[in-house]
């Protein structure tokens, strides 16, 4: 009876309001939940809770896309022609599988350089090579280039009769000052025809400096530009120290096997003595051979400018345990850029 009377006087002195209050307030947010709110139970259901909000998503930036952005470039991104995966390059790939040249390597836009551009490479990847003699007469020159920090490559035979204590490099980037050189690798001997190669290393790095990297060969009637310090063309340079570097553009005459696996390549880009150990280099600023040689046999004949393959270099470099870039990519057939 107590208890009775007690629950009587709680309904007439109004305390249950509070309670039905918050049971009200319990429904309706269980009401709502049910009613806003995906349950899902199993594995089944949040995978497809997922692929729907993400084909949502999807179409919701297509919208914004076709409505923000009615671009050229934007336009091709959409096809499929630009992007991190290019269609045209997938289409090319399917339909030159089945085809034995190698000329699937070539780069569908071309990655030819303008004439500034190359010379600006050419100008921070070559250096004057200074070969003092043993017996302190006047030592050679000639060219090099550098193909990786602190390696350059010239000739054998420009450092060939050098005491090794009096080989510098020098160029109008790396300063006023001569950096000394040391012959890490050498060719056995230098003979017309065979491997004429030798490989520097240097201790002070220049500044600005340029790598060029390593093709295998270059193509007949191909563009190339020689790069060097020819001593006939830069003797009125007023900086004889840091002269100026000499261009000469020309064309791939012949390629000419020789029976040891040396491929000689006879090219019409102008060399004088000095230019020995320069890169010969095609429109792509890719290295495709050495200028190592040239020959007159008459005035009428005129002069033979002969360079070796940078296949052969990529030799000596592996059998030396060189550090430098490979470039197996064709350049694109030659469109003189100005």
């Not at 919701?60 to 390059?89: F, T, V, W």
């Not at 050498?186 to 190669?197: A, C, L, R, Y």
């Not at 429109?283 to 050495?290: E, M, P, S, Y």
Request: charged share 20%; proline share 4%.
């Amino acid at each position: 009876m107590n208890s009775l009377r007690q629950f009587e006087y709680w309904l007439k002195n109004g305390n249950f309001i509070p309670l039905a209050l918050l049971l009200v307030m319990l429904n309706g947010l269980i009401f709502w939940w049910h009613s806003h709110f995906i349950h899902l139970n199993t594995v089944e259901d949040v995978n497809n809770a997922v692929i729907d909000g993400l084909i949502k998503e999807k179409e919701r930036i297509k919208l914004m896309l076709n409505d923000a952005c009615d671009s050229n470039d934007m336009q091709s991104y959409k096809q499929g022609h630009i992007g991190p995966i290019r269609m045209d390059e997938i289409k090319t790939d399917i339909n030159e599988s089945n085809r034995s040249d190698n000329n699937t390597n070539v780069k569908p836009n071309g990655q030819q350089q303008d004439m500034s551009k190359l010379g600006s490479i050419l100008d921070r990847a070559t250096v004057r090579i200074n070969a003092g003699n043993r017996d302190d007469q006047d030592g050679f020159t000639g060219s090099g280039f550098f193909i990786s920090p602190n390696l350059v490559v010239t000739n054998r035979h420009v450092i060939e009769n050098a005491d090794e204590n009096k080989i510098y490099i020098t160029s109008q980037y790396q300063g006023p000052n001569p950096i000394k050189a040391k012959l890490i690798a050498v060719t056995p001997d230098n003979k017309i025809s065979n491997p004429d190669f030798a490989l520097l290393s240097v201790n002070e790095m220049p500044k600005s400096v340029t790598i060029l990297s390593i093709g295998m060969e270059a193509k007949a009637l191909q563009t190339v530009t020689a790069a060097g310090y020819p001593g006939a063309y830069i003797r009125f340079d007023k900086n004889q120290e840091n002269p100026a570097t000499f261009y000469s553009r020309g064309f791939v005459n012949v390629l000419q096997k020789q029976a040891n696996g040396m491929t000689l390549i006879v090219h019409t880009a102008d060399m004088a003595p000095g230019s020995s150990g320069g890169p010969l280099v095609n429109n792509c600023a890719t290295l495709v051979g050495i200028n190592t040689f040239l020959t007159s046999q008459s005035e009428s004949a005129g002069r033979t400018l002969y360079a070796l393959s940078a296949g052969n270099l990529r030799d000596f470099l592996d059998i030396s345990g060189a550090t430098y870039t490979k470039d197996d990519t064709l350049c694109a057939p030659d469109e003189d850029k100005q």
